[in-house]
């Protein structure tokens, strides 16, 4: 038995035998709760919790699950408009993923959420169950699920444990994705020695449906039935994420640690299609699926949520395992579960549909009028409690925090001293260096383990700036969709560094030529307890509010994951952004890298000495300190804006991000096998390697360049003439010339030589 799971009893623990000895010991502390946590539950229930009853509040009062110290900082995202340039959102913060209107009567659902310490445990069952769950989370509100994207991050590539994470948190999130057949159209990888024990596994799915599908979690309705299907509940995963998630790790290792969930894709596929047509047939009147807390959450959530309370027979919960006891069975988070709520008339049906999957379905409880969630064992009762105190009112911590006191040291600290390459050998050998390195370098060993066009509507994957899904094949209306972030950015300066990661995001989208509707979050971040961590989380909160309300678009939903450090040493912060938007016709989309010669290259935005916390300066010198390049979203949004106009006109759009426009150029030109000629405007080593923002490679034909000139004019976006595409070279003007080949095997050889 796991050690946080609750200790089978010698009698079985009712609430008539709560009430009658309200002084046995609990094992409360072992279940992560805080001392006043307990007795705050004493209180809401007037006596003792039985251990059903404690296992239930522990799990979904564990900052996994009920975000007690994020609370006060997520709130504000509610000043944000719920409205996006196309209309209103039809779901959003709350719900199992929000729900965007994209016209012409769809809908899309997106979501990004953590599996950072499971994949650490167990690196490809805690990967692969991250899919899964966020799959399911998709899933629940109504929509098919077409695509997935994995930001990603772990230690030095060179560390032994980043040898051993690696390999199995890729092949979890390809194998789980791929047997599921969703592309995996995007995502990030990215190495730093902060993440080293503590890696960084995070999962988006969207997901598509028409306006008059959506369905959500409550349970409605007296007399309503309650409805489990899909896999039998086992003994993996008894207070895997729930809690798993809520404590931070021990500098030597793994130690007491909850079970793993263990993903079966082939049951979810099953389990997707069941749903599918489920919802097809107009008889579910609620849904909720099965993450972080098993069944304690999906009865509180769905009790709490509704108009009524439920009673549940825990005996009829089918198993894979007859010796788990009550407790257990509540904490399980076993994959591949839903929960439906449907009218007793259709019962026969909703059976009848599940058995042609092959899922199986058990009916366990039903809805009551009396506003309790009651849950019976061997005609007992061990659950009496009000569901909405275990779903949404348990504890709201305001952890005090503080701007660091080395915030102004590391501040001060810019790259503006460090050594600089001076002539044309050094700026070669410097570009070559940065994009052999391993957040630069081809990450094809990873992306190729992926299925990235499986069902046939990939417009854009990896290594594109954002993916790109078709959603409608008549009309070829699509969704494009990044996730980003910069934790090096973030740990100078919180509220800039999760601007930053938004602004990206929502330029590699518009490249596309599709049109920012609404951003997802996962904020990882070190302990809560820790007020230099608490000041990074609520600047990046406030960021993004602002940053949000700038751009006009609404945050729609995200996770937050804490507890993300070795012993006292936590992330980089680390506030991952994903940026979806629409494309009317994704078949006029705009490519990332050029495909002819002698195409006329232009440089759109404003370039600026902006080194600090660049990969340069991560690379060469090892250093990080400054300030962070300057955030502008009203240039973000009149270059967007202009990249949407211009679909048909450009050639290719390449954003500038990471290693600078040096790194732009070079992927540019990878990708086709198409050299360049370069002349810089100003001084190269800076027009290079540094990382501004608000900028965009582009490309027209020497036809269309007037019309560049005049776009650019008219939305107020600097233009600089950079040359032309073409051979098999890439020529920086007055400094050097380099072989694609050369620049080609710089890039690819780095994962293939570390991790074979």
């Known amino acids: 038995m796991p050690e946080t799971s609750v200790p089978h009893q010698s009698s079985l623990d009712t609430v008539t035998a709560a009430a009658a000895d309200p002084d046995r010991e609990q094992p409360w502390a072992d279940l992560g709760l805080k001392a006043d946590e307990y007795s705050t539950i004493r209180a809401i229930l007037g006596r003792r919790p039985t251990s059903s009853e404690l296992a239930m509040y522990s799990v979904m ?3 996994h699950c009920s975000y007690k110290s994020s609370k006060v900082h997520l709130k504000q995202f509610s000043e944000i408009p719920q409205e996006t340039p196309v209309g209103k959102m039809l779901a959003g913060i709350g719900e199992n993923a929000g729900v965007i209107d994209i016209g012409q009567g769809y809908a899309v659902t997106f979501k990004v959420e953590s599996h950072n310490h499971p994949s650490y445990v167990e690196p490809y069952q805690g990967a692969a169950t991250g899919v899964g769950g966020i799959v399911r989370d998709i899933l629940a509100m109504g929509a098919r699920p077409v695509a997935v994207m994995d930001p990603l991050r772990f230690g030095p590539l060179d560390a032994d444990d980043t040898h051993r994470v690696l390999p199995g948190i890729v092949a979890g999130v390809g194998g789980y994705g791929n047997m599921l057949g969703l592309p995996n159209i995007g995502g990030e990888a990215v190495f730093d020695e902060s993440y080293l024990g503590n890696p960084l596994v995070n999962a988006l799915c969207v997901g598509v449906l028409r306006h008059e599908d959506l369905h ?32 931070e790790f021990e500098e030597d290792g793994p130690a007491k640690r909850p079970s793993v969930q263990v993903g079966d894709p082939f049951m979810e596929k099953l389990l997707i299609e069941c749903t599918l047509e489920l919802f097809a047939s107009g008889i579910v009147r609620g849904i909720q699926d099965f993450g972080a807390a098993g069944i304690s959450c999906a009865t509180s959530e769905l009790a709490s949520a509704g108009d009524g309370g439920m009673h549940v027979e825990l005996d009829l919960v089918p198993l894979r395992d007859s010796t788990l006891a009550p407790e257990e ?55 009496d409690v009000d569901p909405k105190t275990v779903a949404h009112e348990g504890p709201v911590y305001n952890r005090p925090f503080a701007r660091p006191s080395w915030q102004d040291a590391l501040q001060a600290d810019g790259a503006e001293m460090l050594a600089r390459p001076s002539t044309g050998d050094e700026l070669r050998e410097t570009l070559l260096r940065l994009v052999a390195s391993p957040n630069l370098c081809d990450k094809s060993w990873i992306t190729d383990q992926f299925d990235r066009y499986v069902r046939g509507n990939t417009v854009l994957a990896q290594p594109s700036d954002s993916g790109m899904i078709r959603v409608d094949e ?51 971040f070190g302990s809560p307890e820790d007020p230099d961590v608490m000041w990074q989380f609520a600047e990046a909160c406030r960021g993004l509010k602002d940053a949000c309300l700038e751009l006009g678009i609404p945050v729609t939903g995200g996770n937050v994951s804490l507890y993300n450090q070795t012993g006292e040493t936590p992330i980089l912060p680390t506030p991952v952004v994903a940026v979806l938007g629409v494309i009317d016709d994704v078949t006029r989309r705009t490519p990332s890298a050029w495909a002819a010669e002698g195409e006329r290259i232009f440089l759109l935005g404003q370039s600026r000495e902006e080194l600090s916390g660049s990969e340069w ?16 979203l009203s240039a973000e949004r009149s270059l967007a804006e202009l990249l949407a106009e211009g679909v048909g006109l450009l050639t290719s759009a390449h954003d500038i991000s990471d290693g600078g426009l040096a790194q732009t150029l070079v992927e540019a030109a990878l990708r086709h096998d198409i050299g360049a000629s370069v002349a810089l405007p100003g001084d190269a080593f800076v027009d290079m390697f540094g990382e501004s923002t608000a900028r965009v490679v582009v490309t027209v034909s020497d036809a269309d360049a007037d019309a560049l000139v005049d776009l650019a004019k008219r939305h107020g976006v600097p233009l600089t003439p950079l040359g032309r595409t073409g051979g098999t070279d890439l020529s920086i003007e007055d400094q050097f010339t380099v072989p694609l080949a050369d620049v080609r095997e710089a890039w690819t050889a780095t994962l293939p030589a570390a991790l074979g």
């Open 617 to 632: 300066a991560h690379v060469v010198h090892r250093h990080l300190g400054g300030l962070p390049p300057a955030v502008d």
């Open 61 to 63: 009062w564990s900052e």
């Open 474 to 524: 008549d009309t070829n209306l699509g969704v494009a969709v990044s996730t980003d972030c910069n934790g090096r950015f973030a740990k100078l300066d919180p509220y800039a560094g999760a601007q930053l990661a938004l602004a990206e995001s929502y330029r590699n989208v518009a490249t596309g030529g599709a049109r920012p509707l609404a951003i997802s979050d996962c904020l990882n």
């Open 329 to 383: 069975i509540l904490m399980s988070e076993s994959q591949e579960r839903m929960m439906a709520v449907i009218a007793p008339e259709d019962e026969p049906r909703f059976m009848a549909i599940c058995a042609k999957w092959d899922v199986e379905a058990a009916t366990i409880g039903v809805v009551t009028g009396d506003g309790r969630l009651v849950i019976d064992w061997h005609g007992e009762t061990i659950v």
């Open 216 to 247: 959500l979690a409550k349970a409605s309705g007296a007399g309503n039935l309650v409805i489990m299907y899909g896999s039998r509940t086992g003994g993996d995963g008894i207070g895997g994420a729930s809690i798993l998630a809520s404590i």
